[in-house]
């Protein structure tokens, strides 16, 4: 008896040797970053420790860590953040040519990283806090007339990686009529409250009516949750934005970190993705029911490398003019 419980002992000891720790920084869905690492877990038997914000909150605590990042795998949620990460030099190239041939067209991006799923960004409306006798527009730019004065908010770019790519490409398609555009919009009383979750309460509540550059993941949760929430996809075109898996090159166990990118972009973690109200990077996993389709909307064409050289100026201009900080 006594053997057995030596070698009982052993093996336990064994186990717990043999597991690892990985360190996961999140800007996906709470519960699509949670759920990953928890499948992941009972597939593995590793365990991942899990943190979540907003894409601004995850670039400035990489920033705070400097040459030590604490993450080994980072999910943001626009491209251009994981492509400034890597002109830091902090991104390990992981993008296997047996993964990238899976992916959706939208999604075939050239980065040293890959993309676990794609969003939009929309309007948002509210149908029963509209203003009287008003009709749902059909552009952008239908915003800063008086009917919407004191009625609309939008998400903080600062914060938002989805906020902030479409606001690069918006002005990279627009130039001096985008300035005009959002300073119109400042005029006529929109407000920038925070984050995506932040910036669609008021709306959800009946406060405001509707939302400027919606994240789809954030609009479509709330119309399943019984809101009255209806998405706008405008004349003019949104952008489709690759949301980037990577791996930091400060990472000690490469192999457990490509391990987890390989769950997230198997069918199994592509699943949650959907489930999580964004399209899918893979092919043959298919999005919720409740999304738009695919080319049912304009997409605009991005070029997203000259994006991301873009992006600081474009942030900084907004910040000042905009927000007035």
Same mark, same amino acid.
């Given at each position: 008896?006594?053997?057995?419980?030596?070698?009982?002992?052993?093996?336990?000891?064994?186990?717990?040797?043999?597991?690892?720790?990985?360190?996961? !920084?999140?800007?996906? *869905?709470?519960?699509?970053?949670?759920?990953?690492?928890?499948?992941?877990?009972?597939?593995?038997?590793?365990?991942?420790? $899990?943190?979540?914000?907003?894409?601004?909150? $995850?670039?400035?605590? &990489?920033?705070?860590?400097?040459?030590?990042?604490?993450?080994? +795998? %980072?999910? $943001?949620?626009?491209?251009? /953040?994981?492509?400034?990460? /890597?002109?830091?030099?902090?991104?390990?190239?992981?993008?296997? @040519?047996?993964?990238?041939?899976?992916? +959706?067209?939208?999604?075939?991006?050239?980065?040293?990283?890959?993309? !676990?799923?794609?969003?939009?960004?929309?309007?948002?409306?509210?149908?029963?806090?509209?203003?009287?006798?008003?009709?749902?527009?059909?552009?952008?730019?239908?915003?800063?007339?008086?009917?919407?004065?004191?009625?609309?908010?939008?998400?903080?770019?600062?914060?938002?990686?989805? @906020?902030?790519?479409?606001?690069?490409?918006?002005?990279?398609?627009?130039?001096?009529?985008?300035?005009?555009?959002?300073?119109?919009?400042?005029?006529?009383?929109? $407000?920038?409250?925070?984050?995506?979750?932040? @910036? &669609?309460? *008021?709306?959800?509540?009946?406060?405001?009516?509707?939302?400027?550059?919606?994240?789809?993941?954030?609009?479509?949760?709330?119309?399943?949750?019984?809101?009255?929430?209806?998405?706008?996809?405008?004349?003019?075109?949104?952008?489709?934005?690759?949301?980037?898996?990577?791996?930091?090159?400060?990472?000690?166990?490469?192999?457990?970190?490509?391990?987890? %990118?390989?769950?997230?972009?198997?069918?199994?973690?592509?699943?949650?993705?959907?489930?999580?109200?964004?399209?899918? @990077?893979?092919?043959?996993?298919?999005?919720?029911?409740?999304?738009?389709?695919?080319?049912?909307?304009?997409?605009?064409? %991005?070029?997203?490398?000259?994006?991301?050289?873009?992006?600081?100026?474009?942030?900084?201009?907004?910040?000042?003019?905009?927000?007035?900080?």
């Amino acid at each position: 008896m006594k053997r057995l419980m030596l070698a009982l002992l052993g093996l336990g000891l064994a186990s717990a040797a043999h597991a690892a720790t990985l360190t996961l !920084y999140s800007a996906a *869905p709470a519960t699509l970053a949670k759920t990953l690492a928890a499948d992941f877990e009972k597939k593995t038997g590793d365990h991942v420790e $899990v943190w979540t914000s907003s894409t601004g909150k $995850v670039m400035a605590r &990489l920033a705070a860590e400097g040459n030590h990042p604490h993450a080994d +795998v %980072v999910m $943001v949620a626009g491209w251009s /953040a994981g492509l400034d990460l /890597a002109k830091q030099g902090m991104v390990y190239p992981y993008h296997p @040519a047996t993964i990238e041939k899976t992916l +959706v067209k939208p999604a075939q991006v050239p980065a040293p990283f890959l993309p !676990y799923g794609l969003d939009t960004v929309s309007m948002v409306f509210n149908t029963k806090a509209l203003p009287k006798g008003a009709k749902l527009p059909d552009s952008w730019f239908d915003l800063t007339q008086p009917q919407w004065k004191d009625r609309i908010t939008a998400p903080n770019p600062l914060l938002s990686g989805t @906020a902030s790519s479409f606001l690069t490409a918006f002005v990279d398609q627009y130039g001096n009529k985008a300035w005009k555009f959002l300073s119109e919009l400042k005029d006529n009383g929109t $407000v920038w409250p925070g984050t995506n979750h932040a @910036a &669609l309460l *008021p709306v959800m509540s009946g406060e405001r009516s509707g939302m400027f550059e919606c994240v789809g993941h954030a609009a479509v949760a709330a119309k399943a949750q019984g809101n009255s929430i209806v998405q706008v996809f405008p004349k003019e075109g949104t952008i489709m934005i690759p949301r980037p898996i990577l791996i930091l090159k400060s990472a000690p166990d490469k192999k457990l970190a490509e391990q987890f %990118v390989n769950f997230a972009m198997s069918p199994a973690g592509q699943k949650l993705v959907a489930e999580n109200n964004l399209y899918p @990077a893979r092919q043959g996993v298919p999005a919720k029911p409740i999304m738009n389709k695919m080319g049912s909307f304009k997409v605009m064409s %991005v070029n997203w490398s000259q994006m991301a050289a873009k992006q600081p100026a474009i942030l900084a201009r907004f910040k000042k003019e905009i927000l007035g900080q």
